[in-house]
């Protein structure tokens, strides 16, 4: 049985990401994002070690310089994180994944359907 597809359209639809892709995809730059975060933290860490070592930094000014960065950062990463939230649930939604609020909502619908059925199984005995 001959294919009913064009080869142009079917270049086009292996061209395209498939869902599962795309989820892989974005956790693998969730993961990368995260790793540059924690490097970039061990490395400021090395770094104050090092002057505190040689004695360009005292020990006290190494502590506040590190309290003040990580103050930054987690304002920094309080604003990436919430990027990220916004990045990843517009992917999710792209590939259909459903989201918190579409669970609850299907749950609660679940439940008045279990109630209805439960009072017309009720109804039907009684007769």
Same mark, same amino acid.
């Given at each position: 049985?001959?294919? %009913?597809? $064009? ?10 990401? %498939?869902?599962? /892709? @795309?989820? #892989? @995809? $974005? ?7 995260? *790793?540059?975060? !924690? ?6 860490? !090395?770094?104050? /070690? ?10 006290? #000014? ?12 987690? *304002? ?15 992917? @999710?939604? &792209?590939?259909?994944?459903? &989201? +918190?609020?579409?669970? #609850?909502?299907?749950?609660?619908? @679940?439940? +008045?359907? $279990? ?11 009684? &007769?």
């Amino acid at each position: 049985m001959a294919e %009913s597809t $064009t080869p142009k359209r079917r270049k086009a639809r292996e061209a395209e990401p %498939s869902k599962k /892709d @795309l989820f #892989q @995809l $974005t956790r693998r730059v969730l993961l990368a994002g995260i *790793g540059a975060a !924690a490097l970039a933290h061990d490395e400021a860490h !090395a770094f104050l /070690d090092r002057l505190v070592e040689r004695g360009e930094l005292a020990e006290e #000014q190494a502590r506040k310089l590190l309290s003040e960065m990580r103050e930054r950062r987690g *304002g920094r990463a309080g604003k990436i994180r919430s990027h990220l939230h916004e990045r990843l649930g517009e992917a @999710l939604q &792209t590939i259909g994944v459903p &989201t +918190r609020a579409d669970l #609850q909502s299907l749950e609660e619908r @679940l439940d +008045r359907l $279990t109630e209805r059925v439960e009072a017309l199984l009720r109804e039907k005995h009684e &007769t």
